[in-house]
């Protein structure tokens, strides 16, 4: 089934609710009006009623179905300032509280937070900053995880058969071992949202031992805890690309691992490689990048590409809607 019709029937009929905390973007309108009329979804847009409901109807959009909450003028505005005081621990006044919710993405969070929403999608005119650091500082990270990452779908073929995750391509500049080994545990719990059973390769530019530095290190100390504290992962590293993807390459350099010649969750060792590996899949390979998707916080945040069309909204959104079916 192609993947974005599985997730689809996941999340039909649940009556999820999602965030655009920019409503006023012509990517979100198109991506949000299809999410409604298609009934996946219920799209929140937060500011002026007046003014959205507006624009809804210049656009040729029914607002019947859309949720808008206006900061300025909110019945639960004074809740949701105690609330967030309370959750910022007594780093921020309730005076500086109320200015933060003004803005959108704060508001946002806030309502996803507080369960008035299932998820929040932003990004499209906002910065990765903008997005990450209210869902870091009111949502937080899910028990146990100490870091959020991000995670790229990469999608190749007739109905979507070729499907991998590629993660950190988008938070962590140059993760220390325990913090891949979350990125590695939060990218496997991805694949198995895309009904994809991981299998986990810690990338390195050495396979076993063939190559020495700190880095190498860092890849096989990280795999190592993923292996202690989740033995059910199939995980191994650290492991060169050619290594974790090539069966006939596997045999001849990592010959005992499970993973080598069969992975379909590759980590990467810092940022850099990640970002730049994925751009390379889409780009000369034709695989479609579908993400950052947010991962290891206790509700679903997902952050847009500046650069994003109407389409990855759409994909986006629905895959937020079925993180928070988890």
Do not use: W
């Not at 999608?121 to 100490?146: C, E, N, Y």
């Not at 206790?298 to 952050?303: L, T």
């Amino acid at each position: 089934m192609e993947l974005f019709e599985s997730l689809k029937q996941k999340i039909s009929g649940k009556g999820l609710k999602i965030v655009f905390p920019e409503g006023t973007d012509a990517r979100i309108l198109g991506a949000a009006n299809r999410l409604n009329a298609d009934g996946l979804i219920t799209p929140v847009f937060i500011g002026n009623v007046k003014e959205v409901t507006e624009t809804l109807i210049s656009r040729g959009i029914n607002p019947e179905g859309f949720e808008i909450y206006d900061p300025e003028n909110c019945g639960r505005f004074e809740t949701m300032t105690e609330t967030f005081v309370e959750r910022r621990k007594g780093k921020v006044t309730e005076e500086q509280a109320k200015e933060l919710l003004k803005d959108p993405n704060y508001f946002g969070t806030m309502l996803v937070y507080m369960k008035i929403a299932d998820g929040m999608v932003s990004g499209a005119i906002h910065s990765t900053a903008d997005t990450v650091r209210p869902a870091l500082q009111i949502i937080k990270t899910k028990p146990g995880v100490k870091s959020v990452s991000g995670a790229f779908i990469m999608v190749r073929g007739r109905d979507d058969n070729e499907k991998y995750i590629f993660g950190d391509c988008a938070i962590n500049i140059k993760p220390d071992a325990p913090t891949l080994a979350d990125i590695a545990v939060a990218s496997a719990e991805t694949a198995a949202l895309f009904d994809i059973d991981p299998k986990v390769a810690m990338l390195s530019f050495s396979t076993k031992g063939s190559g020495k530095s700190e880095d190498v290190d860092n890849v096989v100390e990280a795999t190592k805890l993923v292996k202690e504290d989740y033995p059910e992962i199939e995980i191994d590293g650290e492991l060169q690309f050619d290594a974790a993807f090539v069966p006939a390459v596997a045999r001849q350099k990592a010959p005992d691992s499970t993973v080598a010649g069969r992975a379909n969750v590759f980590i990467f060792p810092d940022i850099q490689s990640g970002n730049i590996g994925y751009k390379i899949a889409q780009r000369l390979g034709n695989f479609e990048a579908i993400g950052p998707i947010l991962q290891g916080l206790n509700a679903p945040v997902s952050d847009l590409s500046r650069g994003s069309n109407e389409e990855d909204v759409y994909k986006l959104a629905i895959i937020t809607a079925a993180q928070a079916l988890k």
